[in-house]
Structure formats: C-alpha cells, structure tokens
C-alpha cells in the first residue's frame, strides 16, 4: 500500500464508531455529540423540571426526576431513544411521542408539551434547557481505540493511566508492512468534557462525548511522508468510563 493512499486512509479516521451515524457539516454538531449526561436548568419556564438525561452513542437514553407544572407534577424514570435529524438538531423519543432537541455548545434545549406528557392540562409547547454535565478528571482512565470503519489499517490506540501519564499508538502499513509508531505522552483535565495531552512537543485537545472521546491528532508525527495539518479521530472506550450511568439493557 503507497503512502498516498495510507494518507487518504487517516484523513478517512474522522469515522463513524457511534451507533448514531456519521459526522456532519464542518459546523454543525456530529451526531455523537449529544451523547453523555446532561442535567436540566431553570429556564423561568412555567414548566419546572429536575432531571438528567444520559443519551449513549448507541441511540438509546435513560431520562429520570421530576416535571411539574399547573400543579401538577410527574416523575420520570423512562427508557428513550434518540437520532440525529441534521443541523443541530436531534429526537427524542419515548413511545409515539417525539421530543424535538436542539443543541448549542454544551446546552440543550427540548420542547415539551404539558399536557401530552400528562402533567397538566396545558396544550402549550415549552422549551427546557439542559447542561452537559461537566466529566470527572479521571474520566479517560483506560484504554481508547479507534479504527478505520471496516478495517484494521491506520489503528489509533490510547492508554491513559491514573497518574496522567499514558501512550498513543499507530499502527499503520507501509509497503505491505506492518508498522506501529508509539509515543508516550502526559494529559490532564481542563474544564467541563474538555482535556488535553501532550507528546513530544506537541499539545493536543480532547473532548469526551458519553463514551466518544475525540483527539486531535498530527498525521505526520506518526506516520512519515503524511500531513502536518491535525486531523480529528474519533476514539470509544474499551470501558465505560466511570461518570456514566450504566446503559439500560
């Protein structure tokens, strides 16, 4: 294999390994973006909610607390499931009833009808905001893989440690062969799902998606003859990664 195509091969690494689909517009959310866990806000909404809501890159989400409104209220321990629509926005759904989502950063917003759910005698749609839940630092502790959907080339393996230390590896085939290019390497939590590590002189971020961690990664630091512009690689855990709430079977 010619090393022209080995680089069109890692370009190809910005994949699909969610259940959800495959990444969108440059400036759009990717649809892997909604999973992990999120917590509502007060909106000044007439609606008042208390809930979480942990959507796993498999399209399927658990939805639990307590709504309220008109004085009435209801709680909620529901199995959903959810797709990406385009843009930025995304369904949820629970039955025969859709909840439209829209997301923003790590903001989401979903229109609910009272009285659809059942909670008061209102026939108004609401919006409800909901924040990303910020990850714990020790959240990427474990081994991540990413691959080259249907194949074994250009193979992303990375090994994060308890101590903030760990190692990126590529494994990659040049002329027929085999090779892997591994660098040890140190990270560390930033803020929110946000990360970052740093191999050779090199800083890199991350970002943790539920159980989706993105890595922008320099095709050229592994692979010889490749590109110096980053790429984004999509990476999903051997392991659930521990601030995750278990996914319903």
């Known amino acids: 294999m010619n090393s022209k195509l080995l680089f069109g091969m890692l370009i190809t690494l910005i994949v699909c390994i969610s ?47 307590s709504i309220s409104g008109g004085g009435m209220s209801k709680t909620l321990n529901a199995n959903l499931k959810w797709e990406y629509v385009s843009g930025n926005q995304y369904v949820g759904k ?14 989401i917003k979903i229109t609910v009808n009272p009285k659809k759910l059942g909670i008061a005698d209102i026939d108004i749609d609401y919006e409800l905001s909901m924040n990303r839940l910020a990850s714990s630092p020790d959240a990427l502790v474990g081994l991540w893989n990413g691959t ?9 393996m990375i090994d994060f440690l308890k101590d903030g230390t760990g ?19 140190a990270w560390e939590y930033v ?5 970052q590590a740093t191999y050779d002189s090199n800083t890199v971020s991350l970002e943790l998606f539920g159980d989706v961690l993105t890595i922008s ?12 512009s980053p790429v984004t690689v999509l990476t999903k855990s051997f392991i659930l990664p521990t601030p995750y709430i278990e996914s319903p079977v």
């Open 19 to 65: 259940a959800a689909g495959c990444t969108a517009a440059p400036n759009d959310p990717a649809p892997y973006e909604l999973a992990g866990t999120w917590v509502s806000v007060d909106g000044g909404s007439p609606v008042i909610s208390d809930l979480t809501l942990v959507c796993y890159d498999n399209g399927t989400a658990k939805l639990i607390g």
């Open 191 to 195: 803020d929110g799902n946000k990360y």
């Open 217 to 228: 990664l320099i095709p050229s630091e592994f692979i010889p003859g490749t590109s110096n």
């Open 148 to 156: 080259i959907e249907g194949t074994v080339s250009n193979e992303v």
């Open 94 to 107: 629970s039955g025969d009833n859709s909840l439209p989502i829209s997301l923003s950063g790590n903001t």
């Open 167 to 185: 190692s990126i590896s590529v494994i990659y085939y040049l002329d027929g062969i085999e090779k892997q290019e591994k660098k040890d390497m």
